[in-house]
Nanobody, 114 residues
Framework: QVQLVESGGGLVRPGGSLRLSCAVSESISSFSTMAWYRQSPGKERESVAR???????VYGASVQGRFGISRDNAKNTVYLQMTRLKPDDTAVYYCWAYKGAPYWGQGTQVTVSS
């Protein structure tokens, strides 16, 4: 069973930065796509960033230019670097991976508040 474990969430002031990590229980090079989603209360889960096995990336319009997705194949870890954070970025952030079926992490809370 594939396991995805997120970490790095927390409380940050507006304008600050955070880096989320997603540790995967097996080689991430075997997954066709890795992604980050987020969900805040009362809203649908939305795609934040995704990366294909070939390295192509796509970002949500609201985070374009502020967030960056990356991966370290040697560590089987995917990252989400978040900069210039806004209160609207407050959400639970989920790691997602696809290899024949979708896999989700348990989520990590990010709160942007002064």
């Amino acid at each position: 069973q594939v396991q995805l474990v997120e970490s790095g969430g927390g409380l940050v002031r507006p304008g600050g930065s955070l880096r989320l990590s997603c540790a995967v229980s097996e080689s991430i090079s075997s997954f066709s796509t890795m992604a980050w989603y987020r969900q805040s209360p009362g809203k649908e889960r939305e795609s934040v960033a995704r990366m294909t096995s070939g390295g192509a990336t796509v970002y949500g319009a609201s985070v374009q230019g502020r967030f960056g997705i990356s991966r370290d194949n040697a560590k089987n870890t995917v990252y989400l670097q978040m900069t210039r954070l806004k209160p609207d970025d407050t959400a639970v952030y989920y790691c997602w991976a696809y290899k024949g079926a979708p896999y989700w992490g348990q989520g990590t809370q990010v709160t942007v508040s002064s």
